[in-house]
């Protein structure tokens, strides 16, 4: 076929492009023989490494990759230092924009690249509810969020008509990233080239539509929902988008720009011959209604997820706080047997799959309060001892340690300032505290 490449496409795909690309269609196809771009997002006041190569221009702390970078093995990425993420991916988070205060809710989320891009927006203020259907996804989901420190995030699993029955009107803005047929990937993933079929896109767009309907009924009036995939065909794209404001007149789209991206009047292409970046949709749409500034909302635990904290639990996990932070942690309530800090104006949890509430803290064995791994990924102890890449990644391997002979109890091993996980410090010895599930099995450098 014409412009044919190393890739076997199928000819029905190509055929569906060519009155959307025009005369563009040979320099698409050519871009396949190109590398596929790799990209990450920083954490915020984290330096990029030393192997990025310039900003993802459209992403606020997103660089571009070299494409032998091994950052996803280095200590600092399961520190939380930065996110690995495909840059035409960030473009959808973007556009939806939440600023602190704000009820976000990503409905698709797993496995979590535009949840925490949404939690970084927040800065830890307000609340982000992140949905992933399939529990063992929403697993993967629930580490990505703690892994990057996010304190203010809901984890559940539900299905989308599941919640929207629980949280009607609940949400300021709402991300639907929607499963799709994934045509967007090819280049990323050659594989799935082979599991797309000409009856793949229909079926899609059944979902899709599904999804947004529900997502509507969680939007506040005057609310923003942003819809995306990562696919080019119009079926699940522009069709799905107007299928839907057939059927909901009290919604219309957004126009928006991004940075180094063209202005669009609430729908944006993303193409791989024109950007550094694989393929991707977004659309953005408002609901009709007075646009509310966010408050600082009352702290809600009408939830049947999260218990009163036991008072010497409470005295416990305050005093044991009170000595490794500088700042005030208050173990409101417990989720789990977990003591945590839930994130302020919660949804009802009641009947929900819910797998994390806010920031843990750590929960009583006993007399002794154990402090949670997610409270060190948040913000370092201020007892904490400083280690060597090389040491990290022993630490991380779950290896004892030498520390100084002045540290005593609970600390957190940092490098280059960030906290890797918790130790109990004795005699010259740091007794390794981190996860087992988490424990990777490497030599050191």
């Not at 009155?19 to 871009?31: E, T």
């Not at 988070?93 to 698709?108: N, Q, R, S, W, Y």
């Not at 218990?307 to 932070?325: I, Q, T």
């Not at 154990?370 to 779950?398: F, K, N």
Request: hydrophobic share 40%; proline share 9%; charged share 20%.
């Amino acid at each position: 076929m014409s412009g044919q490449t190393h890739f076997d496409f199928p000819q029905e795909w190509v055929e569906q492009l060519k009155p959307i690309l025009g005369p563009m269609l040979p320099d698409f196809l050519h871009s396949y023989e190109q590398p596929p771009a790799r990209g990450l997002r920083v954490r915020n006041g984290i330096k990029p490494p030393e192997d990025a190569e310039g900003k993802v221009p459209w992403a606020e702390k997103g660089y571009y990759l070299s494409l032998d970078s091994a950052a996803g093995a280095h200590p600092l990425h399961e520190a939380g230092a930065y996110y690995l993420q495909e840059p035409s991916a960030m473009a959808a988070a973007a556009a939806l924009h939440p600023v602190p205060g704000e009820k976000v809710l990503d409905l698709c989320a797993a496995p979590g690249g535009k949840s925490t891009q949404l939690a970084a927006f927040l800065q830890g203020d307000g609340l982000l509810v992140c949905n992933e259907p399939v529990f063992s996804r929403a697993q993967i989901l629930s580490r990505n969020i703690e892994r990057m420190g996010v304190p203010n995030a809901v984890v559940v699993s539900q299905l989308p008509e599941e919640l929207s029955g629980r949280w009607p009107g609940f949400f300021d803005r709402i991300l639907v990233d929607a499963p799709c047929s994934g045509e967007g990937m090819f280049r990323r993933h050659p594989e799935t080239v082979k599991e797309w079929t000409p009856t793949s896109p229909a079926g899609c767009a059944r979902r899709q539509r599904h999804i947004l309907n529900h997502a509507a009924l969680m939007l506040r009036p005057g609310g923003v929902l942003a819809y995306s995939t990562c696919t080019f065909n119009p079926t699940e794209n522009e069709g799905v988008i107007e299928a839907f404001l057939c059927e909901h007149p009290g919604f219309s789209l957004l126009p928006f720009a991004l940075n180094g991206l063209p202005e669009c009047g609430g729908i944006l292409r993303l193409w791989p011959h024109r950007i550094r970046g694989e393929g991707h949709f977004v659309a953005l749409l408002k609901k009709d209604g007075e646009e509310a500034i966010p408050a600082k909302a009352k702290k809600e635990r009408s939830t049947p997820a999260l218990s009163s904290v036991d008072k010497n639990a409470a005295d416990a996990a305050g005093a044991f706080l009170k000595s490794r932070y500088a700042v005030s942690f208050f173990p409101e309530a417990v989720f789990a047997g977990k003591t945590v800090q839930p994130p302020n104006a919660l949804p009802p949890l009641d009947g929900v799959k819910t797998l994390r509430v806010g920031l843990h803290l750590g929960e009583m064995k006993g007399r002794i309060f154990v402090p949670d791994h997610a409270l060190a990924l948040y913000m370092p102890s201020v007892y904490s001892t400083s280690l060597t890449v090389g040491e990290a990644r022993l630490y991380q391997a779950g290896q004892t340690l030498p520390a100084p002979e002045s540290l005593r109890g609970f600390c957190t091993p940092t490098l280059n300032g960030l906290a890797l996980g918790w130790a109990k410090a004795a005699d010259g010895i740091l007794k390794n505290h981190y996860p087992k599930g988490l424990r990777r099995y490497s030599a050191a450098e």
